[in-house]
């Protein structure tokens, strides 16, 4: 399914594609600065950082704990097994994913480095083509009656294959240059059996997410009849 290599302290992860353009320098953001190859980065709990390659634009990122844990051990996970390593469980994911044909960003490359117990992680997936996520463009108009439907159609995709996204939320959903909806940031996500529980739960924490933003932000066209669009036609299209 994919490619991987083991290095003295670290194992590299890598699609098929890519296996002989990836080099160790790859999951150093500096190595790209130095080359004046970083064309943006995007701000959150951690610095997603957009490079240009060739052919390829790319976003690395590199795994941070969150919570109270985060502010002690920041980047650290005990390491029991490469399997158990939420590097190699988001990549391989992704992997399922793209054979699968759902619309997520093709998962360029990862390493994990090992440190005795310790790792670190880091994940190099493909930009999605003119992206802009749920919040960028509702700070700025409203979602049209089609863009609403086409985000109940991917969600609807997605919880029908059995996704379990860990962090749904207006972040994480992109639409693409040519108006194609995708979904990112697959860490700690999981297939499971489909079941109205977990699903439900999924779009009840995409519901408060689209409140928290609304909250946080002066100027956000979204109002609840939008809500109740998306989710009926979302709720028409699950097969439970």
């Known amino acids: 399914m994919f490619d991987i290599q083991h290095l003295q302290n670290s194992t ?8 002989q353009m990836l080099t160790y320098d790859w999951f150093d953001a500096h190595f790209w600065q130095q080359q004046n190859k970083i064309v943006g980065a995007k701000k959150g709990r951690a610095t997603a950082w957009f490079f ?3 052919q390829l634009t790319g ?5 941070w704990r969150g919570g109270l844990i985060g502010k002690l051990l920041t980047d650290q996970y005990v ?3 490469l399997e158990h390593t939420r590097v190699y469980k988001e990549f ?4 399922h994913l793209t054979e699968l044909g759902l619309n997520v960003p093709t998962p360029i490359a990862a390493k994990v480095t ?8 880091d994940i190099i997936t493909e930009a999605v083509k003119g992206a802009q996520s749920l919040l960028d463009i509702l700070v700025t108009r409203p979602l049209t009656h089609d863009e609403l439907k086409n985000v109940a159609t991917t969600l609807s995709e ?16 992109l639409f693409d240059e040519a108006g194609k909806v995708f979904i990112i940031d697959f860490d700690r996500g999981e ?3 489909p079941e109205i529980a977990w699903q439900q739960e999924n779009i009840k924490r995409l519901a408060r997410s689209f409140a928290k933003e609304q909250g946080r932000n002066e100027i956000m066209h979204w109002q609840q009849s939008d809500w109740q669009s998306l989710y009926c036609d979302y709720q028409a299209l699950l097969k439970i």
């Open 12 to 19: 590299l992860l890598c699609h098929p594609a890519y296996t």
């Open 52 to 54: 240009k390659h060739e």
């Open 59 to 63: 976003v690395l990122r590199h795994y």
């Open 79 to 81: 390491y029991v097994g």
């Open 92 to 95: 391989s994911l992704m992997m």
């Open 114 to 121: 090992r440190s005795g117990f310790i790792y670190r992680g």
């Open 158 to 173: 997605f919880h029908n294959r059995g996704v379990y996204h860990a962090d749904l939320n207006i972040n994480n959903i």
């Open 191 to 193: 297939i499971r059996q």
